[in-house]
């Protein structure tokens, strides 16, 4: 029971009491209680998880695997796997995500696209130009 999730395990942890100016980058799984003025970016291909807690709050682009979010985000987010918008998410700006699972009381003031809608978007758009 226990341990067979290993995609879910958190390797990091940025506190409540932390303020990081910057982008982070990270691998394997990362939860966020404080605040990030920057992008957030898992490694490519790593299946990185990130949990933004609802004390969280990131300013900046947003991009990981399995995304779990319960905090505020203000700034455009990808997620190559599964979001998951818990009842006090704030999302201001577009999500692309592959599989999307939204509690109530969750808020995106943004575009929702599926990520299989992407490709064949910037192929149409580079096809005008």
């Known amino acids: 029971m226990f341990g067979h999730k290993t995609k ?59 995304l779990v979010v319960n905090g505020e985000i203000v700034g455009t987010v990808y997620s190559t796997e599964l979001l998951e918008l818990q009842p006090k998410a704030r999302i201001t700006g577009d999500v692309v995500y592959k599989a999307l699972e939204m509690h109530g009381g969750a808020v995106v003031a943004g575009r929702l696209t599926p990520d299989d809608a992407v490709e064949p978007m910037l192929k149409l758009a580079s096809s005008k130009t």
């Open 8 to 66: 879910s395990t958190i390797d990091s942890l940025i506190g409540a009491s932390t303020r990081i100016d910057g982008d982070v980058h990270f691998k394997g799984g990362l939860r966020i209680d404080g605040q990030v003025r920057g992008n957030v970016v898992a490694e490519a291909g790593q299946g990185g998880m990130l949990v933004i807690s609802e004390s969280a709050r990131v300013e900046g682009e947003v991009r990981g695997a399995h």
